[in-house]
C-alpha cells in the first residue's frame, strides 16, 4: 500500500513539475529576454501555460457584415465596422501594458472561450503583403456584445485620407491578448478580412 502511495505521489510530483522544467529547459536555451507581462518590440520568450483548449463544438468563428466586401466608401469619411461571432465571450481583456500574455487561455462555464476582439484598417498595394507594423486604424472592440453577438466600431476619417484599396481585419484574443488556441488544425479560420476601395470624396 504504502508503495502504491508513494507512486502516486510521484507521478503527481511529476506532472506538476514537468511543464514547468520543459519551459525552464526552452528559456535558457533562449537568448532573448522574458516580457514579464510588457510589449517587447525586439522580441522576447513567454512561460504562460496556452491553457484551456475548447471542444470543436465550441470554436470561435467570426464574420465582418459591415461595411460590405469590395465596397467603395468615399475617403474623409467615417464609416462604421460590424462584426458577429460566435463561441467567444466577449468583453475579457487583461492591461496590455503590464499583463501582456501573462494569462493562460480561460473558458467560461458554456466551454467558449474568455476573450475580445479588435479591428484593424491597412492600406494594401495589389497582391504585396502589407507590413503588420504599418495599419491606418487600430481600435479594441471591448464592449460585451449584444444577444446576438454583434459589435461595431467607428473609423474615424483622420484616418482615412488616401484613396485606394484597404484590408479591413478582426482579430480574435484571448484574455491576455494571445491568439485564440483551438482543439484541431483542420478548422474554419477564427477571424475574418475584407477589402475595400476609398475613394476621393468630392463633397
Request: net charge positive.
Amino acid at each position: 500500500m504504502k508503495k502504491i502511495l508513494f507512486i502516486l505521489v510521484a507521478i503527481l510530483f511529476y506532472s506538476i513539475l514537468a511543464p514547468a522544467k520543459n519551459v525552464d529547459s526552452i528559456c535558457k536555451k533562449s537568448k532573448l529576454p522574458s516580457n514579464e507581462g510588457k510589449q517587447i518590440r525586439d522580441g522576447f520568450f513567454s512561460t504562460t501555460q496556452q491553457g484551456e483548449i475548447p471542444n470543436i463544438n465550441n470554436m470561435v468563428s467570426s464574420l465582418i457584415i459591415k461595411p460590405d466586401f469590395n465596397q467603395k466608401l468615399p475617403s474623409n469619411k467615417a464609416f462604421d465596422v460590424t462584426v458577429i461571432t460566435s463561441n467567444l465571450e466577449l468583453g475579457h481583456f487583461s492591461n496590455a501594458d503590464n499583463r501582456y500574455y501573462s494569462f493562460s487561455q480561460c473558458l467560461n462555464n458554456k466551454g467558449q472561450i474568455k476573450g475580445h476582439q479588435h479591428v484593424t484598417v491597412q492600406k494594401i498595394n495589389d497582391k504585396n503583403p502589407p507590413d503588420a507594423k504599418d495599419f491606418v486604424f487600430f481600435a479594441g472592440l471591448n464592449k460585451k456584445p449584444d444577444n446576438s453577438g454583434i459589435l461595431s466600431v467607428s473609423v474615424n476619417a483622420t484616418s482615412l485620407l488616401n484613396p485606394g484599396l484597404y484590408r479591413i481585419c478582426v482579430m480574435s484574443s484571448s484574455f491576455s491578448h494571445q491568439p485564440l488556441l483551438m482543439p484541431i488544425a483542420k478548422r474554419g479560420a477564427q477571424d475574418d478580412c475584407i477589402r475595400i476601395e476609398l475613394v476621393q470624396n468630392r463633397c
